[in-house]
Each structure stands twice: as structure tokens, then as C-alpha cells.
């Protein structure tokens, strides 16, 4: 099984390491980014509930998974804490040999209350989505009447819960939240939580990206540089998505996902399962492999296994990349900030 692990490579080269785990297609939120009213509304037809993967199958396949490689788990969702009883499913995940960290990534609005028995099921890391901290402005992006506070008790249950460093993510959209980068580095500065910036996506064709909308992860480290000095800080794995910064006068660290400007498919390894069972190796793919289905007809562990790793084997994507290139995004934004002027 070792040898297998170490030699499970895509065609560019890449092992599978991460999986990211949908445990429901529901969200209270109605993000603009991510799950817009306009196409997310009354009449949307979310998963009925048996067409969702049962704990049970998630940990085989989450095993089966383990053996191919993958050591981190995280889950998401929608919003994954609508799944009931998912600190169970934490636990049963905590048990797979080969497994080294859990996290999760949450709009915050149940976690304040269950963050403690996460923690004690084997979460090991929690990412709060925050994209401002005026409430208009926050409001006016999740299009839930969900107030900041709330946000902030959730971050600060999960420090207590012991789920520390929190990282807190924050979508920067040109014209709509740039405003809030400044007073969100000020607020988390020495709060021991780590704030990622994260250039505005484009999510397929739900949510109407329009290059004009990025503000550059360079421009947004200039301009808290201005005012704090950061410097650079190594990456803590290879392929890790987030470039990261602290601050030199000990105010703690920042980072920023550059999937616009600064593409990292070379070093991508992670792939995604859908709350119904659907395999996708990049989290912008349009078309998955179903897993369900051979789970659910009696298929034996070794023809999945096989089945991921024909599928891992073959794999070429390199969404943000060949997106990057069409629009020629890299090359316009790489003169425009000095990386020699951060942190002056
Ligand atoms: S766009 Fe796809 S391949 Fe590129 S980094 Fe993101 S998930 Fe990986």
C-alpha cells in the first residue's frame, strides 16, 4: 500500500493528497460569489435526502481515499454544519489510518455551539468565511440578514475550542467589499487568527465574474503593507494555496489566494467529492465521476480504489492557469506592484 501511495501521480505529475468533502448542497447564505439568489432561489432543487452520501459511505470512500494518498480532509459544503450530527462523521474520519488533519470550512452561523464537540470528534482546523465586517456591507453579500457578531462569537468559540490558528477568509470583490480589507487587517491583528484575502473567483457561470472585479492579491499586500510592514513567509508544504505574510512588528500573520493572478494548479493536489457521490479533480470541473453509484451496487473496495486511480491518473486540469492565460491577467498585474515595496 505504500508503494502505492508514493507512485499515484496525474499526468503532470501531481499525488493526491487533499480531498474536500461536500456533505450537503444546502446553504442558508445566498453569497453572490458562490451561491447566488438569482440561480440558488425558492424553486432551486437541492439533493433530496437519500441521494446524499450517508456517513458510512463517506468514511469508506474518505478510507479508500486514505489509501491512495490523501492525508488531509475537508469538509464542506454548502454550509457543512446544516449536516446534522456532523461532529459523528468527524469522528468516524478521525479513525482512518493515514488521516493527519480534518478541517472545515464554515459560514460560521451554527459553529459558535458546536465548535467544543468538533473539537473533542478530531477537528483539527476551522476556516470562517468573513467578507466584512460592516454589517451593510456583510448583509448586502450573504443575503441571509446575518449580522458580523455572530460571525465573531463563531471565530472566538473556535479558539476556545481549541481549533487555533482560525483562519478567517475574506472574498475581495473590486467595488463591493475593498473597502473592508483595511479594517479586517486591523481587527485581526494580534488576535492570533490568520486573515486570507482571496481574489474574487469565477465559479463557472453562476455568478457573473467579470475580470474588472479582482482587486490583485499584490495590490491588496501593498496596501496593508503600507500601514503595517509584512514580510514573506515560506510556505508551510509544498502546494500550499495560500501565499503567506507576517507582520515585522509581531502583529501575527496574513495571506493571500492569488487563484486569479498567481494560478497554483502546478502544485495542485486536491480533489473534491459532492454531497451525492460525484469525484471532481478541480474544484472548477463541470463534470464528475460517480462514485455513488458503484458504492451503492456492491462494488468492492479494490474497484473503487482502481476506478479513483484511473481517474487520478488521467488527470490534466488546470482551470485557473488556462484561465489566467486566456486573460493574460498575470501579466498585466505583475508590474503594476513592487514586491520589493512590501512591508517598506
Ligand atoms: S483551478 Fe483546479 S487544478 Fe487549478 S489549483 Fe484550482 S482546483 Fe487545482
Known amino acids: 500500500m505504500a508503494t502505492a501511495e508514493l507512485t499515484l501521480a496525474d499526468t503532470l505529475a501531481r499525488p493526491l493528497r487533499d480531498l474536500r468533502i461536500s456533505v ?30 450517508t456517513f458510512e459511505e463517506l468514511t469508506r470512500l474518505a478510507r479508500i481515499f486514505a489509501s491512495l494518498g490523501v492525508r488531509k480532509l475537508r469538509l464542506t459544503g454548502g454550509e457543512p454544519l446544516l449536516r ?45 468565511s468573513l467578507d466584512s465586517l460592516d454589517d451593510a456591507v456583510f448583509m448586502a453579500l450573504n443575503y441571509a440578514k446575518f449580522p458580523v457578531a455572530r460571525v465573531l462569537e463563531a ?39 490568520v486573515l ?21 492579491a499584490a495590490d491588496i499586500i501593498a496596501m496593508i503593507g503600507a500601514h503595517w510592514p509584512v514580510e514573506p513567509v515560506e510556505p508551510a508544504y509544498p502546494g500550499e494555496v495560500a501565499s503567506r505574510y507576517r507582520y515585522r512588528d509581531g502583529g501575527g500573520e496574513i495571506g493571500v489566494i492569488a487563484s486569479v493572478t498567481q494560478p497554483f494548479c502546478r502544485g495542485c493536489t486536491r480533489a473534491r467529492l459532492s454531497a451525492d457521490g460525484q469525484l471532481y479533480t478541480c474544484l472548477f470541473a463541470a463534470t464528475g465521476h460517480d462514485l455513488r453509484e458503484p458504492l451503492r451496487a456492491g462494488a468492492r473496495d479494490h474497484d473503487i480504489r482502481e476506478q479513483i486511480s484511473s481517474i487520478w491518473t488521467g488527470r490534466t486540469d488546470r482551470y485557473s492557469e488556462r484561465r489566467t492565460r486566456r486573460t493574460g491577467r498575470a501579466r498585466q498585474v505583475k508590474p503594476k506592484v513592487e514586491m520589493s515595496r512590501i512591508g517598506g
Open 24 to 53: 450537503t448542497d444546502r446553504c442558508q447564505f445566498r453569497c453572490t460569489y458562490c451561491m447566488p439568489r438569482e440561480v440558488f432561489g425558492r424553486d432551486f432543487a437541492f439533493l433530496p435526502r437519500e441521494q446524499l452520501l
Open 84 to 128: 446534522r450530527d456532523l461532529d459523528k462523521l468527524v469522528a468516524m474520519l478521525a479513525c482512518i489510518d493515514g488521516i493527519q488533519d480534518i478541517a472545515l470550512t464554515t459560514n460560521g452561523a451554527l459553529l459558535a455551539n458546536k465548535a467544543a464537540a468538533l473539537a473533542a470528534a478530531g477537528l483539527r482546523r476551522v476556516t470562517v
Open 155 to 193: 471565530v472566538a468559540a473556535a479558539a476556545g475550542a481549541g481549533l487555533v490558528p482560525v483562519k478567517v477568509n475574506m472574498v475581495v470583490r473590486r467595488g463591493v467589499n475593498e473597502q473592508s480589507i483595511l479594517p479586517m487587517a486591523a481587527h485581526f491583528r494580534g488576535s492570533g487568527h
Open 196 to 216: 486570507r484575502f482571496i481574489e474574487y473567483m469565477d465559479v463557472g457561470t453562476t455568478n457573473g465574474w467579470r475580470l474588472d472585479d479582482v482587486v490583485p
